[in-house]
C-alpha cells in the first residue's frame, strides 16, 4: 500500500507499507516515536494501533515548551 | 458592556476606536473581558503585553516560578532587576505599568486537579501559555468542561503551534488524547527554543484572544497553525473532534478534572 505521510511543518514522505500495517507503522520510517506525534486523517486523531485505511496522513509533533 | 469610555481611554486606545471594525463598542468589549493566562513565561509575556496594551479589563496571571536570567532571551515583560522574584510580580507590575486600566489578579501557584476548575469558572477566556503537559491537560479539561474558550500556544526550538479551542468540540485531547511518557518529548530548557519564537506564537494568541473578546473574524477553531522560524513557513491543519473524546466525546469518560490524573500520561484516574 503507498502513504503519503506529510509531517507537519516539515517533509512529505512517499512509503509502500505492508496490506496490515498500523498508523504507528507509519512513523518508524521517518524517524518518529508514536509517544511525540499525533497520525490525522482528515484532521481526526487515528490511534496508532489502527490498521492504515487511508492513503494521505498528516502527522503533527506534540511539543511541550512554553 | 460599558459605552462610556473616558477621555483617557478615547486618547489611549484611539486607533482601535477609529476602526470601522472595532470602534467605541470593540473596545468597551475588550474593557469588560477576564481574561485568565496560564504561564507569564516565553509565551505568557507576549500575550500579557498586547491584552495589557489591548485593554483588557482584568487579567489573571497564573505561575509559581520565579525569573530566571536564562528566561530573559526570551520573557520580555521580565528584566534583569527582575531575577529571583516571582513572576506574577514582574509580570502584574508589567502590566499595570502600562496600562492603568487593567486590573491584574496574580495567581502565584501552579494550576491543579483542586483549583483549575475555580480558577478557570473566574474568567471569560483561558490562555494556555503553559511549559507542561500536565497544565496542557489540565487547562483543556477544565476549559472544555466549563465550556470557556482558550487558546492554545506550545513552541520548540525553530517551531511553534497555535490553535484556539472554543470550550466545545473539538478539544485539545481529540488531537493528542494522552500526555507521552515522561522524558520522550524534549522541553526548552534542554533542547533550547529561539528567543523570538515565542513572540511569533504568543502574538497569534493575543489576537485570538482580542478577536473572541469582540466576537470578531474567523478563529483558529478547528485549525492548527504549524510555524516553523527557520523556513519562515506557516501550514494549517485541520482539527476534528473525535467521537470517543474522553473529554468533549460522544461519551465522556471524564465529566470533571476529579475524574483525571494529571500526572504522568494525564489519563482516568485510578481511583
Known sequence: MHVTVEIAGEDTHELEVDADATYGDLLAPVDLSPHEVSVLVDGEHMPTDQPVEHDHVRVVRLIKGG | ?271
Open chain 2, 1 to 271: 458592556m460599558r459605552p462610556d469610555l473616558d477621555p483617557e481611554q478615547l486618547d489611549r486606545y484611539s486607533r482601535h476606536i477609529i476602526m470601522n471594525d472595532v470602534g467605541p463598542e470593540g473596545q468597551a468589549a475588550l474593557l469588560d473581558t477576564d481574561v485568565l493566562v496560564v504561564g507569564a513565561g516565553g509565551l505568557g509575556a507576549p500575550v500579557l503585553q498586547y491584552l495589557a496594551a489591548a485593554g483588557i479589563g482584568r487579567l489573571g496571571i497564573v505561575d509559581d516560578d520565579v525569573v530566571e536570567r536564562s528566561n530573559l532571551q526570551r520573557q520580555v515583560i521580565h528584566g534583569d532587576d527582575d531575577v529571583g522574584r516571582p513572576k506574577v510580580d514582574s509580570a502584574a507590575e508589567f502590566v499595570t505599568g502600562l496600562n492603568p486600566d487593567v486590573t491584574v489578579d496574580r495567581h502565584e501557584l501552579r494550576l491543579a486537579r483542586e483549583n483549575a476548575t475555580d480558577l478557570v469558572a473566574d474568567y471569560d477566556i483561558v490562555v494556555d501559555a503553559s511549559d507542561n503537559f500536565a497544565t496542557r491537560f489540565l487547562v483543556n479539561d477544565a476549559c472544555t468542561l466549563s465550556g470557556t474558550p482558550f487558546s492554545h500556544g506550545a513552541i520548540f526550538q525553530f517551531e511553534g503551534q497555535v490553535t484556539t479551542f472554543s470550550g466545545d468540540s473539538p478539544c485539545y485531547r481529540c488531537l493528542f488524547p494522552e500526555a507521552p511518557p515522561e522524558g520522550t518529548v524534549p522541553d526548552c530548557a534542554t533542547a533550547g527554543v529561539l528567543g523570538v519564537l515565542p513572540g511569533t506564537i504568543g502574538c497569534m494568541q493575543a489576537t485570538e484572544v482580542v478577536k473572541l473578546a469582540m466576537d470578531y473574524g474567523e478563529t483558529l477553531e478547528g485549525r492548527l497553525v504549524a510555524y516553523d522560524a527557520a523556513e519562515m513557513s506557516f501550514e494549517e491543519i485541520p482539527v476534528a473532534a473525535k467521537p470517543d473524546c474522553p473529554v468533549c466525546g460522544d461519551d465522556p469518560a471524564i465529566a470533571s478534572v476529579a475524574d483525571a490524573s494529571y500526572e504522568g500520561r494525564c489519563s482516568l484516574a485510578e481511583d
